[in-house]
């Protein structure tokens, strides 16, 4: 296989990105905070694995948008806490009892006892979970301190952090902590665009100025089709002509997931027919099945827009080329609720395109009808 889709990517699946990995890599590098924005499937979390992989990093990994409770995630950070002092499966350890625990890895425990005894202190009692996060915060700090090493923190779909407490406004918690940690390397990654530009780039926002600032562009279209070209060649397989593989990835607009999908739809049918030519018509068939397999989730867009009023007509005619009837100012506030709604990616001033392809199809299409 070439080309993976839905997952994860990293080694031979991870394709492009030269200059974004460069630029990502020397953050890290240099353990510099940085905050990673781009839309659904536009592959942040590949591109911060890829990169701290290649590394041989160990880091700290959650994503927000799976962990429902305060609760869950201080047990997994305080897990990760524990598997930097040299001690693995803590947290189970420490359920059956606390008090084996500590004699049993006080003795070989790679930070100051001190640190260590309070750590399980700190487990035991019956602080509210807001109190306990921001003290494994701390803790971390100390043991990046003591160990007088990079930790490294990925925050995978930020924006969702909020959800964890009801308490407690858990962004400022987080902010108030963390900012005086001077050896950890958070790296925060989300795909709402909106609440990941208000968090982080608003002034009034509790993130602000805390962090570098990136964002997650389409696929860079040359750089792909030499690599493409390159891949298929590795199985003997080539193009047409140049033009077709070009004429593709524009098609799929650099959308990293799509372009996949259709990539790996077209070695499938290469494969099957035992073929070694792709030719326009392949192309166009392998689109035409990707396209079908996420009709779904485009029906399921088309719904979401279709819920709001004049939602549908502000991208319709933006897929269509058409001219805008709304007035200036609703446009401007339909469009925005595009973006939240992670349709719509504004590329200039009062530029717009369409983030998924399939979808942009479908409306084209309905201009048709
Ligand atoms: N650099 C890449 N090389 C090859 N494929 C990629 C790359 N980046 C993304 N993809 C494709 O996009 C899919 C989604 O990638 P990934 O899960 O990293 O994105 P994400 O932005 O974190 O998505 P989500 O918002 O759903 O968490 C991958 O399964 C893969 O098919
Ligand atoms: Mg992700």
Redesign the pocket.
């Known amino acids: 296989m070439l080309f993976?889709?839905?997952?994860?990517?990293t080694g031979k699946?991870?394709?492009?990105?030269t200059k974004m990995r460069s630029d990502i890599k020397k953050l890290i590098d240099g353990g510099q905070s940085f905050m990673l924005k781009?839309p659904?499937?536009?592959?942040?979390?590949?591109?911060i694995k890829q990169l701290l992989q290649n590394d041989n990093k160990t880091y700290f990994y959650t994503d927000f948008r799976k962990v429902p409770r305060l609760e869950l995630f201080n047990k997994q950070l305080l897990e990760y806490a524990y598997s930097l002092m040299g001690i693995e499966g803590a947290i189970k350890q420490l359920l059956e009892n606390a008090f084996t625990f500590l004699n049993s890895h006080r003795a070989t425990v790679s930070v100051a006892v001190g640190i260590f005894e309070a750590s399980v202190e700190l487990f035991a009692s019956n602080k509210s979970e807001e109190d306990k996060f921001v003290a494994i915060l701390k803790l971390l700090d100390q043991i990046s301190q003591e160990k007088n090493e990079t930790i490294y923190i990925v925050f995978?779909?930020f924006q969702d952090v909020i959800k964890m407490s009801k308490d407690a406004d858990i962004m400022e918690l987080l902010r108030g902590e963390i900012q005086h940690h001077e050896n950890i390397c958070y790296m925060f990654?989300g795909?709402n665009m909106t609440m990941m530009t208000k968090v982080f780039e608003n002034k009034k926002a509790p993130f602000y100025n805390f962090c570098r600032k990136k964002t997650l562009e389409p696929f860079d279209k040359e750089e792909l089709g030499k690599e493409v070209v390159k891949a298929f060649k590795e199985k003997k397989i080539v193009f047409e002509n140049d033009l077709i593989i070009k004429d593709l990835i524009e098609r799929c607009g650099g959308h990293?997931?799509n372009t996949?999908?259709v990539l790996q739809s077209i070695e499938n049918h290469m494969e099957d027919e035992d073929i070694k030519m792709i030719t326009k018509e392949i192309i166009d068939s392998c689109y035409k099945d990707a396209r079908f397999e996420m009709n779904d989730l485009v029906v399921e867009y088309l719904k979401e827009i279709g819920n709001k009023e004049h939602l549908h007509d502000v991208i319709f005619r933006d897929a269509n080329k058409q001219e805008h009837v709304l007035s200036a100012s609703s446009l401007q506030q339909k469009r925005k609720a595009l973006v939240d709604m992670g349709h719509l990616q504004k590329i200039d001033r009062g530029e717009y395109v369409i983030i998924d392809n399939f979808l942009r199809d479908e409306l084209i299409e309905e201009n048709k009808i």
């Open positions: 993976a889709y839905g997952r994860v990517v699946y991870f394709y492009d990105r781009a659904r499937r536009y592959g942040k979390t590949s591109l995978d779909e990654a795909s990293p997931a996949m999908l």
